[in-house]
């Protein structure tokens, strides 16, 4: 339909605007998805990664403080205090011995008194026992060794974390009380645990972080690449990178010095991410299948609803306005405003082809009016100087007529006419015959007259013949319409009673004719049909009025059939009945305008056909119009 | 058209655009003077036959003739200021391009309720009724139909004429 209004469809309008819709809808979706949605994911991510990075550095802490309390409870003991004091010597064979060690989950324990010299020490690394001097740090002289030996405040242990020449190490060093915390302070107890693997794996067990960490080179550009201030041991800060699997977070583990000494390093999945991204992708599909089964449903419901609804009324317009039959209706038992539009539109249609047949009866009537009236005025006008002709010829006569010249010329054959009367007489003879010469002259000159306006009408005539030739409008009609109409022809009250019956399919078909001739023909055959069963004897009348399409010279014609059981007629009447001036009135058939219908059917580009068994038996009247197939032609 | 009439004139306008008819309306209403010839015949038969032929002088008209509706009311106003009103008023129905013969009829009647007026068409769709409504009242409104013998219309208004009373002036 696009094509032949020349524009777009409403069905495409609809479709083009769903899918304009939807495809904004998904770019917004998948914009607000990606732009924001995923991105919190990423930040939820992040802060796991750190979350992650500060339980690792939190459970090192933990352990050192576990290491501090262990070194604090040996250091602040009477039987300790007593054996650094020289006091107690079977202390270290009831306590210090290497499963006390191993008890304590301890890789280093060392006693030193309050000369900074080594009482005990044992060094457990790799299952093998070494003495301490194996630790640099703790060598006598250095710094650390000094740093962690020598307690001046009882107050003052000494926790954190140191590089040894056997790796990194937490490390606890408590000043050796009484029990009661009271010195003075008799030496130092050391206490170290190395951050080897094993740590490594408990602290990955009891946190469930994938955790390790690698010693700084203190020559490395590290810190500047720091971004985060980390609260871990030591000030510090944290650096997270991430690739496709996982987000790697490290910070800066500090040693006594608060020199930076590991960096820790935790890789945390990207689980988070890895869901977001999934929830992404479900959301937008989920987004992505709901519009289109949204605009797919709306589109049905659309198109169900509205748009067909509307392109059937478009084309009944269409077809109405190309057809040009008014006749035609879309019906429909729609409750909505679609189908109201569709119940006034069918109103107005109807009200419209009410009018156009008024309008063409009342334009074939007041053609006819005028036509009438036109040529009355113009014959009578030409008939007026015809008629006064006449009657200036018959005062011609007339004028004859008074003279005397019959008694004049009785009076001049009598012997005693007397010689002057006689002589008047003959003069009296005389100018009457040139007064009818003369009005004869004027009779002659008056009947040139008459011919010449009796001519004049003649041409009227003639001009008005070439009118006679315009063929009628011819229209589609629809036959139920036209015969419901002629056959009010019948008389209301007919006597006798005559049945009048009408095939059912009559309403299905319509012919191409003009109207009021077509009218007038099935009127004046209903009628002759009505006379003729009238003038018969058969009992209970009836007119059968039928119809059926069928192919005469490969055109489709309408058939109708007007039968009767009236009076029927002979082969001979058959034969003379459409001719000019035939009439039986005497006979079976009125013959009323026979002729007339016969030249009507042609013009309309049909004929009709009349047949019967006999007289007595009935007769058939069959009138064959083109089938209407366009409408108005 | 001017032309001072003797008492027994009967001043009549007629009005009809096509000059066929006013041709024949001039033969039947125009002068009916004798020639000298059927004077003399007249006279001859007078003194032979012992006739008179003052008895059959037909009566005159003062014709005076237009072709459009306008123009007669125009001839009836000037007729009336003259003192010289019409006896009888013949209009045409139909007369294009101007008004037509009932608006003329109907102007000259509320100018002169007295004249007889005489409507002749070859075709109208103005009823009677409706011709009595716009140019009454109807004793003094007349209907001709096409084609018709003016000689019997002239015979005609003669006799109006003589039933209602002349109204030659004075």
Known sequence: MSNQLGIKSLQEKVSLTLLAVITVLAVLSYMVLHGVVAPAFDQLELAEARTNLTRAERAIQSDLENLSIITGDWAVWDDAYEYVSGEYPAFEVSNLDRPTLINLNLNLLAIYDKDSNLIWGQVDYDDAELMPEVLSILDP???????????????????????????????SSWPVLKSDSGGPIAGSMIMGQFLDEGFATSLRERTEVALSWSVIDRNDKFESTLTTPLNIVGAGSIHQYTTSSEIVSSGLLIDLYNAPLLRLEVRTQRSISSLGNAAVNAALTFLALAAVIV????????????????????????????????????????????????????????????????????????????????????????????????????KSFRAAEKTRV????????????????AKKLFAYIGSAFAHISSSNEEAINNLEVVSKQARQVEAILTDQEKHAQVAPVIEKLNLDEVLGEAVLVIPQVSQPEIALALEENISELSVCAHRVGLLQVMGNLILNAYESI???????????????????????????????????????????????????????????????????????????????????????????????????T | MNVQPDRRDIRILIADDDEQIMRCYREAFGDSQDTDQVKALDAMDAELFATNPELEIAPKFDLVACSQGQDAIDAVKAAADDG???????????????????????QIRAMDPEVDIVFVTGF?????????????????????NKPLSFMKLASDVVDLVNTRGTKSPA
């Open chain 1, 534 to 632: 009238s003038r018969s004897d058969v009992p209970d009348g009836r007119i059968e009025l039928s119809a059926h399409q069928e192919e005469i010279d490969d055109q489709p014609m309408i058939r109708l059939t007007i039968a009767d059981t009236g009076c029927g007629f002979d082969a001979s009447t058959r034969d003379q009945m459409f001719q000019r001036g035939f009439s039986s009135k005497d006979g079976p058939l009125s013959g009323l305008g026979l002729h007339w219908c016969a030249n009507a059917m042609a013009t309309m580009g049909g004929h009709i056909l009349a047949e019967s068994r006999g007289p007595g038996q009935g007769a058939e009247f069959h009138v064959l119009l083109p089938a209407a197939e366009g409408g108005v």
């Open chain 1, 406 to 421: 019959e008694r004049a010329i009785g009076e001049l054959v009598q012997p005693d006419c007397p010689p002057d009367r």
């Open chain 1, 295 to 394: 605009a797919v449903v709306t589109w049905f419901m659309l198109r169900r609803i509205i748009v067909r609804p509307l392109a059937t009324l478009a084309s009944h317009i269409t077809v109405i306005r190309k057809s040009g039959d008014l006749a035609r209706k879309l019906g429909g038992e729609r409750c909505d405003e679609i189908g109201a539009l569709a119940s006034e539109f069918d109103k107005l249609t109807g009200e419209l082809h009410a009018a156009r047949i008024l309008l063409l009866d009342q334009s074939f009537k007041a053609g006819k009016a005028d036509t009438a009236a036109e040529v009355m005025h113009n014959i009578r006008n030409a008939m007026t100087p015809l008629i006064n002709g006449i009657d200036r010829v018959e």
């Open chain 2, 124 to 144: 109208s769709s103005i009823s009677r009724d409706e011709l009595e409504r716009r140019v009454p009242p109807p004793a003094k409104l007349h209907y001709f």
């Open chain 1, 141 to 171: 002289g250095t710094d650390t060794a000094a740093y962690l030996t020598r307690h001046t405040d009882p107050e003052n242990q000494v926790d954190g974390m140191i590089m040894t020449d056997l790796g990194p190490m937490i490390i």
């Open chain 2, 84 to 106: 010289q009103p019409f006896a009888v008023v013949v209009l045409d129905v139909r007369m294009p391009p101007g008004i037509d013969g009932v608006e003329a009829g109907s």
